[in-house]
C-alpha cells in the first residue's frame, strides 16, 4: 500500500532560538520513500542533519524569531500488514542480551523503575516469561490508564501514570515500558506516524503516535517487537520517526529558548490504488 503522509508546524520565538528536530522518517525506511520526504522551512533557514545515537535523523536549525513554519509531505510505501504476531517468542536472559540493548532495561527520564519494581512483580511476577507475560503487561496498562488528550503533562513519568490513572499516548508507552524493564525485558520508547488504516477513523485531529518495542526471541532469532499499550491491537501503517529510552530521546522538536507552538497539523491516509498520479506529480 501507499501512505501519504507529512505535517505543518509552526513556533512563534521572540528571536534566534536554535532548536533540533526528530521529524524526519527512521534510516530504515528510506528504501520505501515514492516522492522524497523533504522538510521546507518559511523563512528559508539553514539546516544541517546528522544522526543521534539512536538513529535518529536530527535536523538542526536556528529559528530567525518571529514565526517559522516547518512542512512536509511525502509518500511512502508499506507493507499493509499489522505488527507482527509472535506468541511463542521468548524473554532472553539478561547475561543473553547483546550489549547494545542492556540500556533498555534501565530506569530513564520517564521510566521510574524504582518506584515500580515491586508493583511489576507482585502483578506479573507469577505469570509464564515471554510474549505472555508482555501482553499481561500490555492489557494492564490498556485497562489502568484512561486516555484523555486533554489531561496531557509534558513532566509526567510512569509511576506518576500509574497513580493517576490518565494519561495520552505518551504515557500508555512510558508505563508500559517501565513495568516490562522491571521484569528485565529490554523496553524502548517509539514515536512517528500511525494513521486510522484498518480500524475505524478516529474523530480526534491527527497526531504524531507514541507505542513501544520489546526485545524477545522469536521464531526468527531475537529481534525488537512493537506492542502498543494505547490500543491494544495490531495496527498497520506505523513510520517510526524516532526511538530511545523514553520520550526525552524521542521529542520530535526541541527549542533552545522560548519557542510557542502557533500550529500542529499531521497527515496520515492511505491512498487508493491510482494514486499513481498524485506519486509523480509530488
Not at 197 to 218: C, H, N, R, T
Not at 259 to 282: C, H, I, K
Request: with cysteine; glycine share 8%; hydrophobic share 40%.
Amino acid at each position: 500500500m501507499q501512505i501519504r503522509t507529512g505535517f505543518t508546524i509552526a513556533f512563534d520565538t521572540n528571536g534566534p532560538t536554535p532548536m533540533n528536530l526528530l521529524l524526519n522518517i527512521r534510516p530504515e525506511r528510506r528504501d520505501d520513500l515514492i516522492t522524497p520526504e523533504v522538510i521546507t522551512f518559511d523563512p528559508p533557514v539553514a539546516a544541517r542533519q546528522h544522526v543521534d545515537g539512536f538513529g535518529n535523523v536530527c535536523t538542526r536549525i536556528v529559528a530567525p524569531g518571529g514565526r517559522i513554519t516547518m512542512s512536509a509531505d511525502f509518500v511512502i510505501a508499506d507493507s499493509g500488514l499489522p505488527d507482527d504476531y509472535a506468541p511463542d517468542a521468548r524473554e532472553i536472559p539478561v547475561q543473553d542480551l547483546p550489549d547494545d540493548v542492556l540500556v533498555y532495561l534501565l530506569g530513564s527520564r520517564y521510566c521510574d523503575t524504582d518506584k515500580l519494581s515491586q508493583t511489576a512483580w507482585a502483578l506479573f511476577g507469577g505469570i509464564a516469561p515471554g510474549w505472555g507475560r508482555v501482553q499481561a503487561i500490555v492489557d494492564y496498562v490498556h485497562n489502568r490508564l484512561r486516555f484523555d488528550y486533554q489531561q496531557a503533562d509534558a513532566t509526567r513519568t510512569a509511576h506518576d501514570g500509574h497513580g493517576q490513572q490518565v494519561g495520552v499516548c505518551r504515557d500508555f508507552a512510558h508505563l508500559a515500558i517501565t513495568l516490562c524493564r522491571c521484569m528485565n525485558i529490554p523496553a524502548r520508547y517509539a514515536t512517528g506516524y500511525l494513521g486510522d488504516i484498518g480500524v475505524p477513523k478516529d474523530p480526534a485531529p491527527m497526531d504524531f503516535s507514541a507505542w513501544f518495542e520489546v526485545f524477545l526471541d522469536g521464531p526468527e532469532g531475537p529481534r525488537w517487537y512493537t506492542f502498543d499499550a494505547r490500543h491494544n491491537r495490531p495496527r498497520i501503517g506505523r513510520i517510526v520517526m524516532a526511538r530511545g529510552r523514553d520520550a526525552t530521546d524521542c521529542a520530535l522538536t526541541t527549542s533552545f529558548g522560548t519557542a510557542y507552538l502557533a500550529r500542529f497539523d499531521v497527515l496520515t491516509d492511505e491512498l487508493p490504488e491510482n494514486a499513481g498520479a498524485f506519486a509523480q506529480a509530488a
